[in-house]
């Protein structure tokens, strides 16, 4: 018995290789990663060149209002949107990185770490805004003590609306 054993190459007009897995052919998986560097590496270059740079205009624009137009309120509602979004913005910002990170799970723990982090500084603000009320109604107390009546109703600084 005698065997014969032919070996074809089938790579010299193509433009395969020879050598398993050297091809330039990607898997999902590999693409996929790729997308996710991208995503990195934009989400990346917006926060570190592209924001700094619009929250400082912005900034900018908003605290200079009322000595251009003298429209304190308007610098207030101004001042108070940019706040807002500042936030919305980092809110986005906290749930891509999280989906960047970990995929779906990731954008849900990042977007409540967030919601967990405003909620502490909407925390921190109120005790700020009852610290100082507390030393005002202290002082109030002491202004009464040496008039030796109320000054609050005489200034009108403690109206019941207020």
Same mark, same amino acid.
């Given at each position: 018995?005698?065997?014969?054993?032919?070996?074809?190459?089938?790579?010299?007009? =193509?433009?395969?290789?020879?050598?398993?897995?050297? $091809?330039?052919? /990607? *898997?999902?998986? !590999?693409?996929?990663?790729?997308?996710? @560097?991208?995503?990195?590496?934009?989400?990346?270059?917006?926060?570190?060149?592209?924001?700094?740079?619009?929250?400082?205009?912005?900034?900018?624009?908003?605290?200079?209002?009322?000595?251009?137009?003298?429209?304190?309120?308007?610098?207030?509602?101004?001042?108070? =949107?940019?706040?807002?979004?500042?936030?919305?913005? $980092?809110?986005? /910002? *906290?749930?891509? !990185?999280?989906?960047?990170?970990?995929? @779906?799970?990731?954008?849900?723990?990042?977007?409540?770490?967030?919601?967990?982090?405003?909620?502490?500084?909407?925390?921190?603000?109120?005790?700020?805004?009852?610290?100082?009320?507390?030393?005002?109604?202290?002082?109030?107390?002491?202004?009464?003590?040496?008039?030796?009546?109320?000054?609050?109703?005489?200034?009108?600084?403690?109206?019941?609306?207020?």
């Amino acid at each position: 018995m005698a065997y014969d054993i032919f070996i074809h190459d089938d790579t010299r007009n =193509t433009k395969k290789s020879p050598i398993a897995g050297s $091809g330039t052919a /990607t *898997s999902d998986i !590999t693409k996929g990663e790729n997308l996710r @560097l991208g995503a990195a590496k934009g989400l990346v270059a917006v926060n570190s060149y592209i924001k700094p740079f619009v929250d400082q205009m912005a900034t900018q624009y908003v605290t200079t209002i009322s000595l251009r137009t003298g429209a304190q309120e308007q610098e207030e509602r101004m001042s108070f =949107t940019l706040q807002a979004g500042q936030k919305v913005y $980092g809110f986005f /910002t *906290s749930i891509a !990185t999280g989906a960047i990170v970990g995929g @779906l799970p990731g954008a849900i723990i990042g977007g409540v770490l967030n919601l967990i982090t405003m909620g502490i500084d909407y925390s921190n603000k109120q005790e700020k805004i009852n610290l100082q009320r507390s030393v005002e109604n202290v002082g109030l107390r002491y202004l009464n003590n040496r008039a030796g009546g109320s000054v609050a109703s005489f200034s009108g600084s403690r109206l019941k609306n207020q």
